[in-house]
């Protein structure tokens, strides 16, 4: 397996789109149809940012981003709102989960805004997604947080784990 992580472009966004929905779905994600479509209208019209992984021409993980401060009472002080980025969505291929691709995605993407300037990266996680803890963990990603979040968490504890770094 040779894993190559590169930007996702306009072009990539059906087969995101797809990615999401097909790997997506488990009782901890939270994956409402419009709000996806209105993350890859986003991603089209340059308002937001991926970083894909391939293996072959095989899309087998994307994390989404976009420049947004969701829980500026989290944020450390020193750092403004403008300097924030939220993690949207990740999300691996089921056949190549638990192999770090998750956590080499959300590195690259760390790495590439903190390039651009950004200084905080957030991100949120049913309180019980063992996976996408240990991915964000990987990742240099601290839990800052746990709140009830009953409409987007119906499962388990009901519960939003929400998680930050600085760049």
């Not at 790997?23 to 890859?40: C, D, K």
């Not at 997604?129 to 746990?146: F, H």
């Not at 499962?155 to 929400?162: D, I, M």
Request: glycine share 10%.
């Amino acid at each position: 397996m040779s894993i190559v992580l590169r930007d996702a472009t306009a072009f990539d966004a059906d087969s995101v789109q797809a990615l999401l929905f097909d790997h997506g779905p488990n009782s901890w994600n939270w994956l409402p149809p419009e709000g996806v479509a209105r993350t890859i209208q986003q991603l089209v019209a340059g308002q937001a940012g991926a970083v894909l992984a391939e293996d072959g021409s095989v899309l087998v993980g994307a994390v989404l981003y976009r420049r947004a401060d969701p829980y500026p009472s989290l944020r450390p002080d020193d750092i403004g709102p403008l300097q924030c980025s939220y993690i949207v969505e990740a999300v691996v291929h089921r056949d190549y989960a638990g192999q770090g691709i998750g956590a080499r995605l959300l590195n690259s993407v760390c790495q590439k805004l903190a390039a651009q300037g950004q200084a905080w990266v957030i991100a949120d996680r049913h309180e019980e997604n063992g996976p996408s803890a240990g991915m964000m963990r990987k990742a240099g990603l601290q839990q800052l947080g746990v709140y009830d979040d009953p409409a987007r968490r119906p499962s388990g504890s009901g519960r939003t784990a929400v998680c930050g770094r600085r760049l």
